[in-house]
Structures are given as structure tokens and as C-alpha cells.
């Protein structure tokens, strides 16, 4: 589907987030507007080469600049005449410029507040709040000043153009670090590996809710917006009063995936620690129904302890260390380990729909790639090139290519069917490689059950493994983390 989309810079941020909803497609950017309300700040060929880098990785568009307006399949310039139109913003309700990009759309329906869009590649940690303020927009009741001294201009770093830098700097008598990104990826980059955002409705402030960074917001009292509903993001109108605790609080927030239909699962009896810290990085980015770690509790006695600082449930699960060598690979495989990924989501996935099974070395990379169509399927796992190993079926790379256990999504229906599996052929040696034997060995058996595996082109976007990291939503793998120069797989 093709659309075309005149600015601001902002409200094409917001837009976006209905483009992906309705499924993507070719985004022609250009100033010429036809039949729809004006767009007092137009997107023209310097501020597209800004856009560009940034709107490459959004992978459900393909963008382009048109100098002229071309009539194409919907010009979500429309968005602007009913957002000017005060009949129908009462007759719906709307009151965010994201939400009515929705409505022009026809999916009004679809609209969240908590869920981010924007994918941001190599966030820059700056260790520091981001900081910006334009000449439009502003509340004069918005109190910088008790914000400068409870965070520290030496804690912050203002972002946009060097005269409201200046500015800033001047009114509120402050000395804040500056820097002018090269163009809106680098902003982008910055804004996403801050401690959070701190400004008004703003560029800079569309795209720190686009990723789903934490927010305290200069809201404009005549029309706030961008005040999505999120745990994380705090809109300042008139008469609310921030104190110092408040604004604690809101520096430890974070917005969170909902997957309220998945469980969590983990598996470590050896080094639980070191799965317990992947499981909470993971948490960072996800909110799921539960939770849950399978490790000895007698050999681990404190991680219960330790796990209550998280929303993590630590369960009793005992498993030999025994290993075997399977005949003619030269590996070796724990046999009680590879097991129980196989039989123990299957007991602890309580009421939810779907298991995510993650290991110490995978996990979430970035929430805003999920896509709730993965629900859909039985089985999704990081996708496996061609490659034959002995003991196994081969692997064609397209049929039965779908994937790695690692970080892997399964279906109620799927630790079902493999339950029935596994009885049926307990003395199949080959069941010591969990997801080569039940991703390949078995996967004929599975597919006459009615058992649905992702396709390679959907499992690509939930997972990667041994290969530089595109924009999926996890991975797996200490060499996929080498590739990536990712530091925190232990």
C-alpha cells in the first residue's frame, strides 16, 4: 500500500505508528499538499536527508522523497483536516495526533498507548537525561527549575539547534552540556540510550515515544497531544505538582511490552545467577503474565532471595549434569537439560497461551520489533541456514529451518503435541538435541497434528542467531552477542 505524509516532522513520527499497524508499505514524503489542511512546516529535501537514516530501519516502510504530491493509494495528510475538524475529535474522542493518523486510517480500534514503534539501532548510553525545549508548545507552569536541581544540568544534554540551547541556557541561568546530532538516527540514537527524556511537545519528543523511553513532558495546556497513557511517561499541565520523590520515582520507570497471555521461562540449575541477570534485562523490555526460573534451590539456596527484588518466580528443578557424545558429531549434550526444555514448559505454563523459553546468552533486544501476529504460531525460533548434521535430518534452510530453542516462542498446543512425541519415541537418541529434534527429526509428526511453525520470514524478524542483528525482536547466541560487540552476555 503506498502513502504519502507532508510533516511535521512530528506528526510523521506518530503517523508511523498507525503505517506499521496497517501493515506498511512505500511512504512518499514531499511539501505539496492536495484538499487537506495546510501543514505550516512542510517535510522539504534537507529535512528528508535528515529523516532518511532513521526511517531505513523502520522496516514496514519504504520512503522516499517526492518534491510533487503524487496521487497515490491514501494521503495521510487527511489526518490534519480531521484533526481541525472539531466535530469529529468530539464525536471520537481523540485528543493525540497519533491516535487520529489511526482514524484516517480506518483502525482507530488498533490504537495503544503502550506500545512503542520507533526501532532504534546502537543506542548511544550517554549516562545522562536528554534534554530539549522548541520555541512552540510551552507551559510556562512546567517547573525547570526544581528539575535542573534535582537531576543536575551536569546530569543532562540538550539536544536540537544551538540558538534554543542558547536560549535555554540563558533564561534558567544553567550551564547544560550540548550536542547537535549529525541527523535524526544519531538524535534518535542518543534520545534511546538516555536515563530519559525531558522536554516539550517536540520533534525529539515524538521520538522518544516512538521507542518507549521515559518521559517527563512539557505538555502545552491548549492541546497536550502526546500525552500517551504509559507508567513511564508523565505530562506536566496546570496546577500538578512534582516533588522531588515523584521525580525519583519516574527516573526508575520504565514502559514495557504487555504480553499478559506469555510466560517467561528459563531453565539453569548450573549458573542460575547469570540467567536470573538475562531474565531481568529481558524484563526491562517486557511485561509477560509470568515469570518464572527453574533452578535447584537446594544447590542455589539465596536466588530465591535474590529473585524477589524482580517480578522473577524461582521454582525447585533438579537435573544431573550427565552428558553423552552423539555418535559420529563429536558433541556433546546434556541429556536431563535437553529434556527438560522439552517437557518443562509444557508444567509451568499455567493459563497462558505461550511459553518464551530464553537462555542466559539470549533474550529481548528490542520490544518495539514484537509483532502480535507471532502469537499465531505454535513454534518460532531463530531461522537456521542449510547445513547437515549427522544424526539429524538436514537442515534446507526454508521447510524445516525453523529454529533455535535458545530464545524460542511455543504454543500450549505445541508442548502438548510434543509431550505425545516424546512418549511415542523415548528411545530416539536423537531427542538429546532439543531443537534439532523437534524442529527437524519431528517436525513432519508435528506438522500432521496441525502443529504451525513460524515461516523463515517471520522467524527472522522474532529472532537472529550467529549473524549480525537487523532489528529482530531477540536473540540467541554468545557468538550472535560477539558479532554485535553486545557486552552484556555473560
Known amino acids: 500500500m503506498g502513502f504519502y505524509h507532508s510533516g511535521n516532522l512530528g506528526d510523521l513520527i506518530y503517523g508511523l505508528f498507525a503505517l506499521k499497524k496497517a501493515g506498511g508499505g512505500k511512504l512518499l514524503l514531499g511539501p505539496e499538499q492536495s484538499q487537506t489542511s495546510a501543514c505550516d512546516k512542510p517535510i522539504m529535501q534537507d529535512s528528508f536527508n535528515l529523516l532518511e537514516p532513521l526511517l531505513r530501519h523502520q522496516d514496514y516502510i519504504q520512503a ?27 464525536a471520537t474522542g481523540i485528543t493525540l495526533l497519533s491516535e487520529m493518523h489511526f482514524y484516517a486510517l480506518g483502525i482507530q480500534q488498533e ?35 526544581a528539575i535542573l536541581k534535582f537531576f543536575g544540568a551536569r546530569n543532562m544534554l540538550f539536544v536540537g539547534l544551538p540558538d534554543e540551547h542558547r536560549e535555554f541556557s540563558s533564561l534558567f541561568s544553567c550551564n547544560i552540556p550540548y550536542h547537535k546530532p549529525k541527523d535524526f538516527l544519531e538524535l534518535a540514537r542518543i534520545i534511546a540510550g538516555s536515563k530519559g527524556f525531558i522536554g516539550n511537545q517536540s520533534f ?180 537456521w541456514g542449510a547445513h547437515n548434521d549427522v544424526g539429524w535430518p538436514a537442515c534446507d534452510g526454508v521447510t524445516n529451518a525453523v529454529g533455535n530453542s535458545g530464545f524460542s516462542l511455543m504454543s500450549r498446543k505445541f508442548c502438548e503435541k510434543l509431550s505425545i512425541a516424546l512418549n511415542e519415541r523415548s528411545t530416539d537418541p536423537a531427542r538429546f538435541s532439543c531443537d534439532r529434534w523437534m524442529c527437524r527429526t519431528i517436525r513432519p509428526w508435528m506438522d500432521h497434528h496441525g502443529v504451525k511453525y513460524a515461516p523463515v520470514s517471520v522467524a527472522s524478524k522474532f529472532s537472529c542467531e550467529n549473524q549480525k542483528w537487523s532489528g529482530s525482536f531477540g536473540f540467541h547466541g554468545r557468538s550472535t552477542a560477539a558479532l554485535n560487540r553486545w557486552h552484556f552476555v555473560k
Not at 545522562?128 to 510551552?138: I, P, Q
Not at 528459563?266 to 527453574?294: F, H, N, Y
Not at 552428558?323 to 558429531?329: A, E, I, L, M, Q
Request: proline content about 7%.
Open 64 to 90: 522516499e522523497f517526492a518534491p510533487h504530491y503524487r496521487p497515490i493509494m491514501f494521503d495521510l495528510n487527511r489526518f490534519r483536516t480531521h484533526w481541525n475538524d472539531p466535530k469529529i475529535r468530539s
Open 111 to 145: 490504537f495503544r498507548h503502550d506500545e512503542p514503534w520507533l526501532k532504534v539501532p546502537d543506542p548511544i548510553e550517554t549516562g545522562k537525561f536528554t534534554v530539549h525545549r522548541s520555541a512552540r508548545y510551552r507551559n510556562e507552569e512546567f517547573n525547570w527549575e
Open 204 to 383: 525529539p519528543c515524538s521520538i522518544a515515544i516512538g521507542c518507549g523511553q521515559r518521559i517527563l513532558q512539557e505538555a502545552w495546556q491548549n492541546s497536550p497531544d502526546c500525552a500517551f497513557l504509559r507508567n513511564n511517561l508523565m505530562p506536566y499541565l496546570s496546577g500538578k505538582m512534582w516533588t522531588y520523590e515523584v521525580m525519583e520515582k519516574w527516573a526508575s520507570s520504565s514502559m514495557r511490552l504487555p504480553l499478559p497471555t506469555v510466560t517467561l521461562l528459563g531453565i539453569d540449575t548450573a549458573r542460575p545467577l547469570i540467567t536470573l541477570a538475562a531474565m531481568k534485562r529481558t524484563l526491562g523490555s517486557i511485561q509477560p503474565g509470568k515469570s518464572i526460573l527453574l533452578t535447584d534451590t537446594e544447590k542455589h539456596p539465596n536466588i530465591a532471595a535474590i529473585a524477589a527484588t524482580s517480578s522473577i518466580e524461582v521454582r525447585h528443578h533438579t537435573q544431573r549434569d550427565v552428558s553423552v557424545t552423539f555418535p559420529g558429531t563429536g558433541r556433546r549434550f546434556f541429556i536431563d537439560y535437553e529434556m527438560a526444555v522439552m517437557t518443562e514448559p509444557l508444567k509451568h505454563i499455567g493459563e497462558s497461551s505461550h511459553v518464551l523459553y530464553m537462555e542466559s546468552d539470549g533474550g529481548v533486544v528490542q520490544a518495539a520489533s514484537w509483532d502480535p501476529d507471532f502469537l499465531l504460531y505454535d513454534y518460532i525460533g531463530a531461522p
